[in-house]
């Protein structure tokens, strides 16, 4: 992967940003644009490359360095967590997507961590620690915009 590339692969804090109360509803209108199978799921990694505005080279290698570093039933279980959030319904039908907070442990032991904290300031989140896989830079070194 290309030294300028690198510099552009998004890191925790633009992963927080990303799925935040702030953009979650609009992160819930691009996953809604993306063709998905009937459980729900969309290519992993592509909600952000959209986000992000990468380009198709970009997001290109942006899965390729996703292929590279998490297997395929860790990305399947943290996709699972994301269409849930995102897909959340209030008791009346109405849409209430809730935000997603990113977090990247070591650990010998790999793992999918999920908590959700119903009282969190600014409403309901849910936490995904990721354990034992690569953890992005905390930002990325240079955004695109």
């Keep these: 992967m290309s030294l300028p ?4 692969i998004r890191g925790r804090i633009d992963l927080n940003t990303q799925y935040s109360s702030a953009n979650i509803g609009t992160v ?9 199978d009937a459980l729900g799921n969309y290519q992993f990694g592509l909600l952000s490359a959209i ?3 990468l380009d198709a080279n970009e ?22 967590h994301i269409v ?7 008791s009346d039908g109405q849409d209430s997507p809730i935000p997603i907070k990113w977090k990247f442990s070591g650990g010998a032991r790999p793992a999918v961590n999920v908590s959700y904290n119903p009282r969190a300031p600014g409403g309901p989140m849910y936490t995904i620690e990721i354990v034992g896989f690569p953890s992005p ?6 955004k695109k915009n």
Excluded: C, G, M
Excluded at 29 to 36: A, C, D
Excluded at 60 to 76: G, L, R, S
Excluded at 137 to 142: M, S, V
């Design 5 to 8: 590339f690198r510099k552009r």
């Design 28 to 36: 819930l209108q691009q996953y809604r644009s993306l063709p998905h």
């Design 51 to 53: 986000f992000f505005q």
């Design 59 to 80: 997001t290109q290698a942006w899965e390729a360095e996703i292929t590279a570093n998490y297997p395929k039933d860790v990305e399947d279980e943290i996709r699972r």
């Design 84 to 90: 849930y959030a995102l897909n959340h319904k209030e």
């Design 137 to 142: 830079a905390l930002r990325a070194a240079r």
